[in-house]
């Protein structure tokens, strides 16, 4: 009877926390959204990226040509822009970047409760640990990663991270509840490996460094299922050894999904990771960043290292070291159950981190800075266990527990006020970036002179000509879009023929605009025979229709 009490007083308690969570999360990233809107009508798609991906959304319902499933693209994972789709219907929305707020804030919140629980069932099992500090040790981990500046500007923005977070940490909860049912022989957990594998799947159609996660569960689960066949070798538990890997192989359908669909649009299953200008080798080897990365683990580790200080603090990532270590004298099957999930944890940022040294990843300080992302639940969960783990006498410390959990926020609260925010200076660089501004420029100049009538020619490549669209305005489908791999179309050699009355070119365009750029460069004469430049700055120039 008293069990039970204590089970419902705890349900209720950690409600309670998660309601509050949720209520706190959301609410930061709304006030922190307006607040930067407000003082930069641009500062929720400072990344060009996120602006790319908005535009990715919105081109599956609002394109010139064949809107929809023909527009999901290649090299970027297609599930965050089907969910951008959505709020990406509202112009207010998508013009102003809070489509992809709508998408990853309520990922942030969420992967925030799931931390909070993943954190209050792993401490709740270790030996000697005072019980009722463990609800606010798992709301102090969670908000440590939903109040980190660094991750609230990547939970307002369109980036994939959010999504991709919500995805990882959910298949890590859900392989933690699997572990607890099957280790516990209280029953097979099928349900909760289902879900793990659908949450797998879902992440690898976010971002490549989930197709790491695939690989480490089905891993995890044989190694689970050989130990316990040692003891157990009846029928029933044969079949559901069967069950289980069977129900694995669903984490693998996201990937499969992606080489099919390469294959029967591009007739390459690898063309994610070949296209030209667009894969990540492609870009790498061309930027100069590979250089100081390929094949050198100390230039590798010290990028990373210096931006995971300058993220998550010192004191954080010292706690977490220590915890570490802790863990490692902890005896017993369950601590052993629990170093599964450990490595499940570390698996996304070992991917980015070999990536790096295989010159496909690219990294600098700041540049790629929220990369280091991933391994937010790895250190939380690992500094729960060192504050769960203190002595009694400075665990029941309120003033130790209070100076270390200050301290923990204080550096947060430094990055903010000394402009630190090594995501939101990446994000910034970017927007303040050569042609980037002028890009901008020339979106609202198009936006004011554009009376809706023919079609816009944009000739400046895909990264600046997102650019110009999202200040603009201005519908997808009033756009004919131009790159090398559009010169099929026949407006892009008479585009005066086909109710293209307006022209924008840029004079430094991006690598897949280049040709077409200098094809209209060496026929100057005929453009000029039926257009007539009404603006121009240091890089675009707008033509409209005599």
């Given at each position: 009877?008293?069990?039970?009490?204590h089970t419902?007083?705890h349900?209720?308690?950690?409600?309670?926390?998660?309601?509050?969570?949720?209520?706190v999360?959301?609410?930061?990233g709304?006030?922190?959204?307006?607040?930067?809107y407000?003082?930069d009508?641009y500062?929720?798609?400072?990344?060009?990226?996120a602006?790319?991906h908005?535009?990715?959304?919105?081109?599956?319902?609002?394109?010139?040509?064949?809107?929809?499933?023909?527009?999901?693209?290649t090299?970027?994972?297609?599930?965050?822009?089907?969910?951008?789709?959505f709020?990406?219907?509202?112009?207010?929305?998508?013009?102003?970047?809070?489509?992809g707020?709508a998408?990853?804030?309520?990922?942030l919140?969420?992967?925030?409760?799931?931390?909070?629980k993943i954190i209050a069932?792993?401490?709740?099992?270790?030996?000697?640990?005072?019980?009722?500090?463990?609800?606010?040790?798992?709301?102090?981990g969670?908000?440590l990663?939903?109040i980190?500046?660094?991750f609230?500007?990547?939970?307002?923005t369109?980036?994939?991270?959010?999504?991709?977070?919500l995805?990882?940490?959910?298949?890590a909860y859900?392989?933690?509840?699997?572990?607890?049912e099957y280790?516990?022989g209280?029953?097979?957990?099928?349900?909760?490996?289902?879900?793990?594998?659908?949450?797998?799947?879902?992440a690898?159609?976010c971002?490549?460094?989930g197709?790491?996660l695939?690989?480490?569960?089905?891993?995890?689960?044989?190694i689970?299922?050989?130990r316990?066949r040692?003891y157990?070798?009846?029928?029933?538990?044969?079949?559901?050894?069967?069950?289980?890997?069977?129900?694995?192989?669903?984490?693998?359908s996201?990937i499969?999904?992606w080489?099919?669909?390469?294959?029967?649009?591009?007739?390459?299953?690898l063309e994610f990771?070949?296209?030209q200008?667009y894969?990540a080798?492609?870009?790498?080897?061309?930027?100069?960043?590979?250089e100081n990365?390929?094949?050198?683990p100390?230039?590798?580790?010290s990028?990373?290292g210096?931006?995971?200080?300058?993220?998550?603090?010192?004191?954080?990532?010292?706690?977490?070291?220590?915890?570490?270590f802790l863990?490692?004298r902890?005896k017993?099957?369950?601590?052993?159950?629990?170093?599964?999930?450990?490595?499940?944890?570390?698996?996304?940022p070992?991917?980015?981190?070999i990536?790096?040294?295989?010159?496909?990843?690219?990294?600098?300080?700041?540049?790629?800075s929220?990369?280091?992302?991933?391994?937010?639940?790895?250190?939380?969960l690992?500094?729960?266990?060192?504050?769960?783990?203190q002595?009694?006498?400075i665990a029941?410390?309120?003033?130790?527990?209070?100076?270390?959990?200050?301290?923990?926020?204080?550096?947060?609260?430094?990055?903010?006020?000394?402009?630190?925010?090594?995501?939101?200076?990446?994000?910034?660089?970017g927007?303040?970036?050569?042609?980037?501004?002028?890009?901008?420029?020339?979106?609202?100049?198009?936006?004011?002179?554009?009376?809706?009538?023919?079609?816009i020619?944009i000739?400046?490549?895909?990264?600046?000509?997102h650019?110009?669209?999202?200040?603009?305005?201005?519908?997808?489908?009033n756009?004919d879009?131009?790159?090398?791999s559009?010169?099929?179309?026949?407006?892009?050699?008479?585009?005066?023929?086909?109710?293209?009355?307006?022209?924008?070119i840029?004079?430094?365009p991006?690598?897949?605009?280049?040709?077409?750029?200098?094809?209209?460069?060496d026929?100057?004469?005929?453009?000029?025979?039926?257009y007539?430049m009404i603006?121009?700055?240091?890089y675009?120039?707008?033509?409209?229709?005599?």
């Amino acid at each position: 009877m008293e069990a039970g009490l204590h089970t419902i007083s705890h349900d209720i308690h950690q409600r309670k926390n998660i309601a509050i969570l949720l209520i706190v999360i959301t609410s930061s990233g709304l006030a922190t959204a307006f607040y930067m809107y407000s003082a930069d009508k641009y500062a929720l798609t400072y990344y060009g990226d996120a602006g790319s991906h908005l535009i990715a959304g919105r081109k599956l319902f609002d394109w010139r040509e064949n809107p929809g499933w023909d527009q999901i693209g290649t090299v970027w994972l297609p599930l965050p822009h089907f969910l951008l789709m959505f709020p990406s219907f509202i112009d207010g929305l998508f013009f102003t970047g809070f489509a992809g707020l709508a998408v990853s804030l309520p990922s942030l919140a969420i992967t925030s409760a799931l931390l909070y629980k993943i954190i209050a069932r792993v401490l709740s099992r270790i030996p000697n640990v005072n019980t009722s500090l463990v609800p606010y040790i798992a709301l102090l981990g969670a908000l440590l990663y939903a109040i980190n500046p660094n991750f609230l500007y990547l939970g307002i923005t369109a980036m994939t991270e959010a999504p991709f977070m919500l995805f990882f940490v959910g298949s890590a909860y859900y392989l933690l509840r699997w572990i607890e049912e099957y280790k516990d022989g209280r029953s097979s957990g099928l349900r909760y490996l289902v879900v793990c594998s659908v949450f797998v799947s879902a992440a690898t159609l976010c971002r490549y460094e989930g197709w790491i996660l695939s690989i480490f569960l089905i891993t995890s689960v044989v190694i689970a299922v050989l130990r316990r066949r040692k003891y157990r070798t009846e029928i029933a538990e044969n079949r559901t050894v069967l069950y289980a890997i069977a129900i694995v192989i669903i984490s693998f359908s996201g990937i499969a999904f992606w080489f099919v669909f390469n294959d029967i649009n591009y007739g390459d299953p690898l063309e994610f990771a070949n296209a030209q200008y667009y894969s990540a080798a492609s870009q790498a080897l061309n930027r100069p960043v590979r250089e100081n990365l390929f094949l050198q683990p100390y230039n590798v580790m010290s990028v990373y290292g210096i931006t995971a200080v300058m993220v998550y603090g010192p004191i954080l990532l010292v706690a977490a070291a220590i915890g570490y270590f802790l863990h490692r004298r902890f005896k017993g099957d369950w601590m052993s159950s629990m170093r599964h999930l450990l490595a499940f944890l570390a698996a996304a940022p070992i991917f980015t981190i070999i990536s790096m040294l295989i010159g496909i990843g690219e990294m600098t300080l700041w540049f790629n800075s929220r990369f280091v992302v991933l391994l937010a639940p790895l250190l939380i969960l690992l500094v729960g266990l060192y504050i769960a783990r203190q002595p009694q006498k400075i665990a029941n410390n309120r003033i130790f527990l209070v100076g270390f959990i200050v301290a923990l926020f204080a550096f947060q609260l430094v990055t903010v006020v000394f402009s630190a925010v090594v995501t939101l200076a990446d994000a910034t660089g970017g927007f303040t970036y050569k042609h980037t501004p002028f890009a901008v420029l020339t979106g609202e100049k198009l936006a004011s002179i554009y009376d809706g009538n023919g079609a816009i020619m944009i000739i400046t490549g895909s990264a600046q000509e997102h650019r110009i669209m999202l200040a603009s305005g201005i519908a997808l489908r009033n756009f004919d879009s131009i790159i090398e791999s559009s010169t099929w179309k026949q407006s892009f050699r008479e585009p005066w023929k086909y109710d293209d009355r307006w022209i924008v070119i840029s004079k430094d365009p991006d690598s897949d605009g280049v040709k077409v750029v200098k094809y209209w460069s060496d026929h100057r004469k005929e453009l000029d025979l039926h257009y007539q430049m009404i603006y121009e700055n240091q890089y675009y120039e707008i033509l409209a229709m005599k």
